[in-house]
């Protein structure tokens, strides 16, 4: 496809193209925060937010905009959206589509298409977020992220992988978007700039998730346009706080952690019985043919509070990469990563390549693209890395600032 295809996406940012970023990093943070809080009844849909967004982008598009007549496909499509996620949603209700199990399934394992589809719709009426947007609303997650951790230091004496504003690996995604934006190009050098990616790089290190630190030295050694001894410092800051992870106190909610590294264990298992299973997949409705030992099932029943009598289903698969090949096969997760190197090869930019290298990582132990959250995050970043104006040359030595090609859009230099 012709990049002048896609225009309608690339369309220059407006005033309502961030929105679903703030939902993101900032109202579901302290969504879950308030459910801690006694006598609060809060626990709507996890989609609920994003159906209303949704409908919202149905009713832009078939009013149309700029004085122009409504655009019948961004309708029907919007209005596809409007019925996929509603869908979701349903998937979260007991007993609502119990009679057919395998449309209920295909429906739950076809989210991450959902979600990208928002994106893309979404950016075809509101524009692009842009870096900006990225980059302020990841300072302000930073800020909570590293309040947070240090609340629950002062009360539990731990960094629970399920903190009181959502789970670490989760928060870290977000952070990283915000991390790879910075890579963009531009070299403001005022204090509110440094602050904001101060706060990015603390949030990342306070989240503990040793898959986000990983991917950020890399992204600090690779991407970054600072100088050698600038990147070494920071990914040599990285790389403490990943060693001083191991050294925690473990907490009762890590055993999620646990049940992952069983779950990959479990899942390379049954691929290396079953090699055909590479190309299917398993049946999306059906529990996986995995077997508990007596210390496992103690684990699984915690992390999950469910009994390990009844199976493990798809939904419970915390791992994107993991959960992707056991329903689609294993083709699945190298289509996806080859489809992301095309317009990285044909459209070279830092952050693209940053956000690749945090598909892969954050792919390894969260959901990604299966939580709407993270999967609307990834879904704009990968539109805004991908746009004419992130264009980068690669050819320019990291050791020397990447020339700035749009002031009004990019004022922020590299970490």
């Not at 001894?229 to 050294?247: D, H, P, Q, Y």
């Not at 925690?248 to 691929?271: K, M, Q, S």
């Not at 103690?298 to 990469?321: K, N, R, T």
């Amino acid at each position: 496809m012709r990049m002048t295809h896609l225009k309608g996406i690339f369309r220059k940012h407006g005033p309502l193209a961030p929105v679903p970023l703030y939902v993101a990093y900032a109202a579901l943070p302290m969504a879950s925060l308030a459910r801690r809080v006694p006598d609060v009844p809060l626990t709507p849909p996890a989609a609920a937010p994003w159906a209303v967004l949704a409908a919202l982008g149905f009713l832009a598009a078939c009013a149309g905009r700029e004085n122009r007549a409504p655009s019948l496909p961004k309708a029907l499509g919007a209005f596809a959206l409007v019925g996929l996620i509603a869908s979701a949603i349903l998937m979260y209700v007991p007993d609502a589509l119990l009679s057919l199990p395998v449309l209920a399934g295909i429906f739950r394992e076809s989210a991450p298409l959902a979600y990208l589809l928002f994106c893309a719709l979404w950016t075809a009426t509101f524009g692009l977020p842009s870096g900006r947007d990225f980059i302020r609303l990841g300072a302000a997650l930073g800020a909570l992220v590293v309040a947070d951790t240090a609340a629950e230091f002062a009360f539990a004496g731990a960094a629970p992988a399920l903190r009181w504003i959502g789970n670490a690996d989760m928060l870290a995604v977000p952070l990283l978007a915000s991390m790879c934006a910075c890579l963009g190009p531009g070299d403001s050098r005022s204090r509110a700039d440094t602050l904001c990616r101060a706060l990015i790089l603390f949030g990342l290190a306070a989240t503990l998730s040793r898959a986000a630190l990983f991917a950020s030295i890399w992204i600090v050694l690779w991407l970054n346009t600072a100088s050698r001894g600038r990147r070494l410092v920071v990914s040599g800051f990285f790389a403490l706080v990943l060693a001083g992870s191991f050294l925690v106190a473990p907490a009762p909610g890590d055993a999620v952690r646990y049940a992952d590294y069983w779950l990959w264990v479990e899942g390379f298992r049954l691929f290396s019985e079953n090699p055909s299973l590479l190309a299917a997949g398993f049946p999306v409705h059906a529990p996986l043919p995995m077997t508990f030992s007596p210390g496992m099932a103690m684990i699984w029943h915690q992390a999950q509070g469910v009994s390990p009598d009844i199976g493990v289903f798809l939904p419970q698969i915390g791992p994107f990469w993991l959960r992707a090949s056991l329903a689609w096969g294993a083709l699945v997760p190298v289509a996806c990563m080859t489809a992301l190197a095309v317009p990285l090869s044909r459209r070279p930019s830092r952050m693209g390549a940053g956000l690749a290298a945090c598909l892969f990582a954050m792919g390894m132990v969260s959901p990604l693209l299966y939580s709407p959250a993270t999967g609307m995050v990834i879904g704009l970043a990968l539109l805004t890395a991908f746009s004419p104006a992130m264009r980068d040359d690669f050819s320019t030595p990291v050791s020397e600032p990447v020339p700035d090609s749009d002031p009004e859009d990019w004022d922020m230099r590299p970490l």
